[in-house]
């Protein structure tokens, strides 16, 4: 994994988390099948279950939750949103330290060592100067801090059996935002496997996403998406002596940051 790949970006209060992939090498096993072909997967079937995913995500705008996001157990993220309120802290974890956010209203504060030129302490961001990768947002449609909805969008097959729903996904469609990307490995190019990768997600008994998983396989590293805690209370305390970020800052934020 690259330090930009690492750091990657922050969107909605939840770290957009990256992951570097490269070519398989010629010990490692072919791809794993995925669990539907595209033949048993017809696309009456596929936009059912991709339907039952989209209506699964419904609680994001709805109530409080928790969302951890887990790649390969080096990059982790875990945070604590409540859209109605406008409340939501979140802690990411990687190989050269962590990165915190607090968002309170329309004021976001984070506090990390891992950016050159911008110091330790708590800082407050513009939003007018984050990239639009590091979309910063309580508005529907930018708040899934989990970023199931950019997961759903790259589905190529899928079918339900009760509350599981399994199928592939094409990782070269899913989206810079929060929650889990996939980036290209040396030479810009996805293993061709990438673009039929595996994925099982399952949802609870009132029909909401509890887990979006992918395995490892074709070069890809094993990702997670969880939500949990709906409901619990979200309390976000201001940081006292937050200064302004820095100008050195803004271009280290998002996909495109400095590394």
Excluded at 117 to 136: I, K, N, T
């Amino acid at each position: 994994m690259t330090r930009r790949a690492t750091l990657a970006g922050i969107s909605a209060g939840l770290l957009l988390l990256g992951c570097s992939v490269g070519a398989p090498t010629e010990n490692e096993p072919e791809p794993r099948s995925a669990p539907v072909s595209a033949a048993s997967a017809d696309a009456t079937t596929t936009a059912e279950a991709v339907g039952l995913l989209r209506a699964g995500t419904a609680f994001v705008n709805q109530t409080s939750y928790r969302s951890d996001v887990d790649i390969a157990s080096q990059i982790t993220s875990l945070s604590h949103t409540d859209n109605v309120h406008k409340r939501s802290t979140a802690r990411v974890s990687a190989p050269g330290g962590v990165i915190d956010i607090r968002m309170i209203d329309d004021d976001v504060y984070m506090k990390t060592g891992l950016f050159r030129g911008v110091g330790g302490g708590w800082m407050v961001l513009d939003p007018a100067r984050v990239p639009s990768d590091f979309a910063l947002s309580f508005a529907p449609g930018k708040n899934d801090f989990g970023g199931s909805g950019r997961l759903i969008d790259a589905i190529v097959t899928a079918r339900a059996d009760g509350p599981e729903i399994s199928g592939t996904i094409d990782a070269t469609r899913v989206a810079a935002g929060n929650g889990i990307s996939f980036r290209p490995g040396p030479g810009g190019v996805f293993p061709d496997s990438a673009r039929r990768h595996a994925f099982r997600a399952t949802l609870d008994t009132e029909g909401r996403l509890v887990s979006f998983l992918m395995p490892e396989a074709g070069g890809l590293p094993n990702a997670s998406l969880r939500y949990s805690d709906f409901g619990t209370t979200v309390t976000v305390v201001r940081p006292s002596g937050a200064v302004a970020a820095p100008d050195a800052l803004y271009p280290q934020l998002g996909m495109g940051g400095g590394g």
